[in-house]
């Protein structure tokens, strides 16, 4: 066998993808996903290696480099498999199938994935990560490698059989419909904040064990009970409230940058997983906008600034888009880039770093203890958990007089910061994900009046249309200059939903009319016409193993959870109560879970909240200008399923029929398909919203 190591690129080095590219000088024989790897399988008669992961993930450039930079374990690879690469962000179908296959067969999940294949992708063995040699529980991946090989060559017939199994099986369980109705009642959601509450951290926020997730569509559900509960609404708000307060106090919010990490390695939200995910802040950012409105509290809008200000600065394409993630790790070290020794503090800080350390508790032994690194002691994530009255009165300081001071120290140090080797960035822009933060943007510009973040949202939403639409469909994937991969079901619901808030922001009739093309693309092409819901993938697509029906909330909301709420939004908007319908039949599928197991149906919790609430319609006629009033009114108020209708007159939607003349601004309130007079005077909507419904 020969294990000389090569410099030649492999074929990865063809790709946009910057996972992908990654590896492309690895020894290792890489292809892409595609039919060459599969004709290569076929007429070598080797098995397929199929490894999954993504950019920002450590275990993934861990085994990476134990493993597939190894000229060793490279050539058995070769030798004795066809390895074929994927970036989950860029093919999260091909994902989604070979994840549920490694679910079924050990029982976890995770990247990187590791899965053994015939030819036509069925699946034989699979697993996480392995290690380079046996240890912890795992075997070494190159005693996996030769095992598998000498099974391979020596007993196929029983490898084959026990693939046709394990696809016939999962083939089944994809088909299996769950259920087809769903009770819509008041008790339901009750149920599910119940079962909220037995997971609740009542110390700490959050819900479960560790590693913590914001799990942000929980939260959003949660809020949107309260809205419609109030006072009954079961400890929802006080969920949130604490949740919120203790994840902007910990370390998994970039206390110098803004922005959050992925997830907390501790129940104290203080040391996270640094990787920084465009989904994960575009979400919290709704989040944390929807709790000022509630609670008014500043300190939610200075979280939700400092995020979507992040964005700007780091995570966006010149064209408007934005990019998929930050790295963990710098110079090879997990956050290196984000954590201080007080050394540190002191040279950036001089003689004021003692408030600075004492505010954001950073102290000589440090939070942050890398077993990999254990040469790097004294390292300190930044936390604010110390109350700033008691840091402000140790040093002679009024709260606010401290608030200032601390404000232009973390400009300092951000400033210290960026002169560090940065974390590596994936430039991918992902359509699903911009929708996401389009709606984030969108929002944010119309509750805090925000001239950048419109502009930042009207860009975004050109650069999706001149880049990643073509014919009335959208790509999944740009990156490099080129828009790629036929678009999924993520994508068409999360960027329909970006435009709904488009729509409540400028009143531009195109933007809720390109909403309403994108379902229909849904409907058309993803809808399950015999058991309901919506399937990932389009009709006419490349035929993988499974074609499923995505449910389950993961860090973005499920496939079906975004479909059935863009679902519920046109259907109000264009008076197609038959779209509520389907929306319905998508809730119908996991009825049996939502109040036992709520946890991963976030997203369509949130549905059945939106059916349960009176419907509401607010039109508001105008010039712009004429009209601001009476929408700063509306922005001030969390009113979830508000449907905003803001015109300038001319008609487009059933809702304005008989209203087309905006030569006076005036606003119309209806509530339980009931409208009032119309108010004339911003002061007079105010009264109307805040009447009890």
């Given at each position: 066998m020969d294990t000389r190591p090569t410099q030649r690129a492999n074929r990865l080095a063809g790709e946009t993808s910057p996972y992908l590219r990654q590896h492309a000088n690895n020894p290792v024989e890489w292809y892409p996903w595609g039919e060459e790897a599969f004709e290569t399988a076929r007429r070598t008669g080797k098995p397929i290696l199929l490894s999954v992961g993504y950019s920002s993930c450590h275990w993934c450039h861990v085994m990476a480099h134990e493993s597939f930079e190894d000229p060793e374990v490279a050539a058995c690879m070769n030798d004795w498999f066809v390895n074929v690469k994927?970036?989950?962000?860029?093919?999260?179908?091909?994902?989604?199938?070979?994840?549920?296959?490694?679910?079924?067969?050990?029982?976890?999940?995770?990247?990187?994935?590791?899965?053994?294949?015939?030819?036509?992708?069925?699946?034989?063995?699979?697993?996480?990560?392995?290690?380079?040699?046996?240890?912890?529980?795992l075997p070494g991946f190159r005693r996996v490698l030769?095992?598998?090989?000498?099974?391979?060559?020596?007993?196929?017939?029983?490898?084959?059989?026990?693939?046709?199994?394990?696809?016939?099986?999962?083939?089944?369980?994809?088909?299996?419909?769950q259920t087809g109705a769903v009770e819509l009642r008041v008790g339901l959601p009750r149920e599910a904040v119940r079962s909220f509450s037995d997971a609740f951290d009542p110390a700490w926020g959050g819900f479960g064990d560790v590693p913590k997730f914001p799990a942000p569509a929980n939260l959003e559900f949660l809020l949107a009970h309260h809205a419609r509960e109030g006072e009954r609404d079961g400890g929802a708000l006080e969920m949130v409230v604490q949740t919120l307060d203790r994840m902007a106090e910990g370390g998994?919010?970039?206390?110098?940058?803004?922005?959050?990490?992925?997830?907390?390695?501790?129940?104290?939200?203080?040391?996270?997983?640094?990787?920084?995910?465009?989904?994960?802040?575009?979400?919290?950012?709704?989040?944390?906008?929807?709790?000022?409105?509630?609670?008014?509290?500043?300190?939610?809008?200075?979280?939700?600034?400092?995020?979507?200000?992040?964005?700007?600065?780091?995570?966006?394409?010149?064209?408007?888009?934005?990019?998929?993630?930050?790295?963990?790790?710098?110079?090879?070290?997990?956050?290196?880039?984000?954590?201080?020794?007080?050394?540190?503090?002191?040279?950036?800080?001089?003689?004021?770093?003692?408030?600075?350390?004492?505010?954001?508790?950073?102290?000589?032994?440090?939070?942050?203890?890398?077993p990999h690194h254990p040469e790097l002691t004294g390292r300190n994530v930044l936390s604010r958990m110390a109350p700033l009255e008691q840091v402000a009165g140790s040093f002679g300081l009024t709260a606010d007089e401290a608030a200032r001071k601390l404000d232009g120290l973390r400009a300092r140090l951000l400033a210290e910061r960026a002169r560090r080797a940065a974390p590596g960035l994936d430039d991918k822009v992902l359509t699903s994900w911009n929708g996401l933060a389009l709606a984030a943007f969108?929002?944010?510009?119309?509750?805090?009046?925000?001239?950048?973040?419109?502009?930042?949202?009207?860009?975004?939403?050109?650069?999706?249309?001149?880049?990643?639409?073509?014919?009335?469909?959208?790509?999944?994937?740009?990156c490099a200059g080129q828009a790629r991969i036929a678009g999924m079901l993520e994508d068409y619901a999360n960027y329909g939903l970006g435009l709904v808030e488009m729509y409540k922001l400028t009143g531009d009739l195109a933007y809720i009319e390109w909403a309403r093309e994108l379902f229909e693309v849904i409907l058309r092409d993803f809808h399950d016409a015999e058991q309901g819901g919506f399937f990932e993938t389009g009709a006419g697509g490349e035929e993988l193993l499974l074609r499923q029906r995505p449910l389950f909330d993961a860090a973005a909301p499920s496939g079906n959870g975004a479909a059935a709420l863009l679902a519920l939004w046109l259907g109000r908007y264009f008076a197609r109560p038959e779209w509520e319908r389907v929306a319905v039949e998508a809730i119908g599928l996991v009825a049996d879970f939502l109040a036992k197991n709520p946890t991963g149906f976030g997203s369509l919790l949130q549905c059945v909240e939106f059916l349960l609430a009176p419907p509401r319609e607010l039109v508001i006629l105008g010039e712009p200008r004429a009209r601001a009033g009476f929408e700063r009114e509306a922005a001030?108020?969390?009113?979830?399923?508000?449907?905003?209708?803001?015109?300038?007159?001319?008609?487009?939607?059933?809702?304005?029929?008989?209203?087309?003349?905006?030569?006076?601004?005036?606003?119309?309130?209806?509530?339980?398909?009931?409208?009032?007079?119309?108010?004339?005077?911003?002061?007079?909507?105010?009264?109307?919203?805040?009447?009890?419904?």
């Open positions: 994927v970036d989950k962000e860029e093919r999260p179908d091909v994902d989604s199938v070979y994840m549920t296959a490694v679910q079924a067969l050990t029982g976890r999940g995770g990247w990187p994935m590791t899965v053994f294949m015939t030819a036509d992708g069925r699946p034989f063995y699979a697993g996480t990560y392995f290690p380079p040699a046996d240890g912890n529980g030769e095992a598998l090989h000498e099974s391979w060559e020596g007993d196929r017939a029983k490898l084959l059989a026990s693939a046709e199994h394990i696809a016939s099986s999962l083939r089944e369980s994809a088909r299996r419909a998994i919010y970039d206390h110098a940058g803004g922005g959050f990490a992925r997830y907390s390695v501790d129940r104290r939200w203080l040391v996270p997983h640094f990787e920084k995910m465009l989904y994960d802040n575009a979400q919290l950012a709704r989040v944390y906008l929807h709790a000022f409105q509630v609670t008014g509290e500043a300190r939610y809008e200075r979280v939700v600034r400092e995020t979507l200000d992040y964005l700007l600065r780091e995570m966006r394409d010149a064209g408007g888009g934005f990019y998929a993630a930050l790295d963990a790790d710098s110079e090879g070290v997990e956050g290196k880039y984000y954590v201080w020794t007080v050394a540190e503090i002191e040279d950036a800080l001089g003689f004021e770093a003692p408030l600075f350390c004492a505010a954001y508790g950073v102290t000589t032994e440090g939070n942050f203890h890398d969108a929002e944010a510009a119309r509750v805090l009046d925000d001239t950048t973040y419109r502009v930042a949202a009207e860009r975004n939403a050109a650069f999706v249309r001149e880049t990643l639409c073509a014919d009335g469909r959208l790509l999944h994937s740009y001030k108020r969390f009113m979830p399923w508000l449907v905003l209708v803001p015109s300038a007159g001319g008609g487009g939607l059933q809702l304005l029929e008989g209203r087309e003349d905006a030569s006076t601004p005036m606003a119309f309130l209806c509530q339980n398909r009931a409208c009032g007079f119309p108010a004339r005077t911003p002061e007079e909507l105010a009264r109307q919203l805040d009447e009890p419904g």
